[in-house]
């Protein structure tokens, strides 16, 4: 006897709701995501949930690669733990989601492929300016949660700068399936970001003060290496 297909996670509705919001895409996009089957809880809905996504829309691409199998792939794209998907094109713009993307995680989802598609951003004249002062690579942590209302915007930015910068990659992390992380970064409240390892700015701050805490604190580190 076949074993029944596991239910949709995503509703009509939802479906009907993303397919007018994935219409709006230019140019194709890829997820590139990584998965494992064993001792990884969020594995399998996450995939599931991105096949159904992938679905709705002949722009949009879905590749799936087994971390423990596929390793070359995965230093490919500096992936060190799973679920993680990459939102890119033909370019990998530095864009990471660790995790299951539910809740308001979705909408961040949604809204970088949007992003990616136009290869553009909301991001004010002034952002994008900033941005090219920037000398030193800059890796943001995002720490979320599905029911953070907050979060999104946080994630979201992150995610605008890294499609702004070359030197600039961003990870939104699902901090209820990486509680090593949430211990080694201090997590203690969602949005928590964390900057190059050694800055951690709290909440969701507006474009502007987000920005110049980024580059304050790579400033800093630029500092510090040039010391040393």
Same mark, same amino acid.
């Not at 980024?214 to 580190?221: F, H, K, M, R, S």
């Given at each position: 006897m076949k074993e029944e297909k596991s239910m949709a996670?995503?509703?009509a509705k939802d479906r009907k709701q993303i397919q007018v919001r994935l219409a709006e895409m230019e140019q194709p996009v890829r997820l590139v995501h990584f998965t494992q089957e064993l001792n990884c809880d969020s594995c399998e809905p996450t995939q599931r949930l991105l096949e159904e996504v992938a679905a709705l829309s002949d722009k949009l691409t879905l590749e799936v690669y087994n971390f423990v199998l596929e390793r070359e792939e995965a230093a490919r794209f500096g992936i060190d733990? %799973?679920?993680a998907t990459v939102v890119a094109n033909e370019k990998d713009h530095g864009i990471r989601l660790y995790g299951l993307? $539910?809740?308001y995680e979705f909408a961040v989802l949604l809204e970088d492929i949007l992003d990616v598609s136009r290869g553009r951003t909301g991001l004010a004249v002034e952002t994008r300016e900033r941005l090219q002062t920037l000398a030193r690579p800059v890796h943001l942590q995002v720490f979320v949660t599905p029911t953070c209302p907050y979060c999104p915007a946080a994630a979201r930015l992150a995610h605008q700068l890294a499609l702004e910068s070359d030197l600039v990659t961003a990870d939104m992390i699902e901090a209820t399936e990486y509680t090593d992380l949430v211990m080694r970064y201090g997590v203690q409240g969602v949005p928590k970001t964390i900057v190059n390892e050694t800055h951690a700015i709290e909440g969701a701050l507006p474009e502007p003060y987000f920005v110049e805490q980024?580059?304050? $604190?790579?400033? %800093? $580190?630029e500092a510090a290496s040039a010391r040393n």
């Open positions: 996670l995503l509703s733990k %799973v679920p993307p $539910a809740g980024i580059l304050q $604190a790579a400033n %800093v $580190a």
